[in-house]
């Protein structure tokens, strides 16, 4: 089974329209992290957002901010007020807790994110 | 601050050929990852470490691949022989001790085998 889902592999929005770019995810850690990347054209990956599994409140930064469903496992990015420059791949990875250690993010399949003037 | 820095950005090389990808973490990160990244696949972790010491490589696909950590500031990816389906971008990251870390990617290096 894939840890995170993201069913949207395209997106087409107006600009200055808001847009949620689905993710779900499987885990069964308790302690666990959510991240949204992306990447645009010129390749680099770019850290937008993070979500902690006891984080009671919805991360916001900035026009990001990231719809959290714990019991649905459901970690949504929405962007505000969309711009011609948030066209771009956007990745929902997930970090889980194990033993005290670390492990690597899994990513989903990504979102194409495209912005019409 | 400097980033995470791989080279080469790109690498085209011939089948058969031994390639050498190399990272410089940001300094104090004691996680460094290799990810791997394709259409067909999207992004893949291939291989962890932790304080220079591999943790987890049930993502490298095969013997043909090795990766080393000889110190806190360098890492390879080394991939002989290399095959066409080995093309795809390799990018590396590192992150704090402090769970959980978000992840700090270079720029990826886009390897082409012919």
């Known amino acids: 089974a894939q840890k995170i889902t993201q069913t949207q592999p395209g997106m087409f929005v107006q600009e200055k329209e808001a847009v949620t770019l689905d993710c779900t995810y499987d885990?069964?850690?308790?302690?666990?992290?959510l991240f949204w990347y992306k990447q645009p054209s010129s390749g680099e990956m770019i850290f937008l957002i993070y979500?902690?599994?006891?984080?009671?409140q919805n991360a916001t930064e900035g026009r990001y901010s990231l719809n959290f469903q714990k019991a649905r496992k459901s970690a949504n990015l929405v962007i505000s007020a969309s711009q011609l420059g948030d066209s771009a791949m956007y990745f929902c990875?997930?970090?889980?807790?194990?033993?005290?250690?670390?492990?690597?993010?899994?990513f989903g399949k990504g979102t194409h994110l495209i912005i019409q003037p | 601050d400097a980033g995470v820095i791989q080279s080469p950005r790109h690498e085209v090389t011939e089948m058969g050929q031994e390639v050498t990808l190399r990272c410089k973490p940001i300094?104090?990160?004691?996680?460094l990852f290799w990810y791997r990244q394709t259409m067909m696949r999207g992004l893949e972790l291939l291989i962890y470490?932790?304080?220079?010491?591999?943790?987890?490589d049930s993502g490298m696909p095969e013997d043909r691949f090795s990766a080393k950590m000889p110190n806190a500031s360098f890492s390879t990816l080394k991939i002989q022989p290399s095959e066409p389906r080995d093309s795809a971008v390799y990018f590396c990251?590192?992150?704090?001790?402090?769970?959980?870390?978000?992840?700090?990617f270079g720029e990826g290096s886009r390897l082409t085998v012919l």
């Open positions: 470490f932790n304080n220079n010491v591999p943790i987890d």
């Open positions: 885990t069964s850690d308790q302690s666990y992290g």
């Open positions: 979500q902690g599994s006891y984080d009671e």
């Open positions: 990251a590192s992150s704090l001790r402090v769970l959980p870390g978000e992840l700090f």
């Open positions: 300094s104090g990160h004691d996680y």
């Open positions: 990875a997930m970090r889980e807790g194990q033993r005290g250690g670390a492990d690597g993010l899994t």
